[in-house]
């Protein structure tokens, strides 16, 4: 019962809010700082190669199942194409599951490209402008950008999971600024559910 309520919040957020709560700016090593900022930086076009035509069918029986999915939230199929082939590069190039993401998204900004929550974090992914200087280019502007906020999102999340021991429940906790509760995750589980393919 909880967990309905819970994503029955998620599910009816006003269009004018974000979910996030405050990423803290925490003290990186340089190691981790450069090994952040190559990832987030590294250019590539996010149109998969596929070494199988088996690979490729997955996929696309993946991005059209998803693309009926996300018709009520983004209704210009062309975007919503764009929008769903860049989460899967993304998602995938930082080692994280395509439904996991577009339950992030889901909860974190609902969809909304430009979404902004009151501690300042933006766009789809629900990024901290701090995260723009330490490990990109310093323009926090560009976190309205889908690719950059997606790439942001992905690496930001993969490396909490690395902190965190791949424990996904503090991982997210950590990507919300709200470490060890579980109402966050708890709604990115929920909303992660949606987005799940039937085996």
């Not at 969809?111 to 789809?124: D, E, I, L, P, T």
């Not at 690496?155 to 996904?168: K, S, T």
Request: aromatic share 10%.
């Amino acid at each position: 019962m909880k967990r309905r309520r819970l994503l029955g919040a998620a599910l009816a957020l006003p269009l004018g809010s974000a979910r996030a709560g405050a990423q803290r700016e925490e003290d990186l090593s340089d190691a981790v700082r450069s090994a952040l900022s190559a990832a987030v930086s590294a250019e590539a076009p996010p149109h998969p190669e596929f070494p199988s035509t088996a690979q490729r069918m997955a996929y696309l029986r993946w991005l059209t199942a998803m693309s009926e999915r996300l018709q009520p939230r983004k209704t210009e199929r062309r975007t919503r194409i764009e929008f769903l082939e860049t989460l899967w590069y993304e998602s995938r190039r930082a080692g994280l599951e395509p439904d996991l993401v577009l339950g992030v998204v889901q909860v974190e900004s609902n969809f909304r490209k430009y979404a902004v929550s009151s501690a300042g974090a933006r766009g789809y992914m629900q990024v901290m402008p701090f995260w723009a200087r330490v490990i990109g280019d310093g323009d926090a502007g560009r976190l309205f950008h889908m690719q950059t906020n997606l790439r942001f999102g992905c690496v930001i999340l993969r490396h909490y999971l690395e902190r965190e021991a791949g424990d996904l429940f503090m991982a997210l906790g950590r990507y919300n600024g709200s470490r060890g509760r579980a109402e966050y995750p708890n709604l990115v589980f929920g909303a992660r559910r949606q987005w799940m393919l039937p085996d």
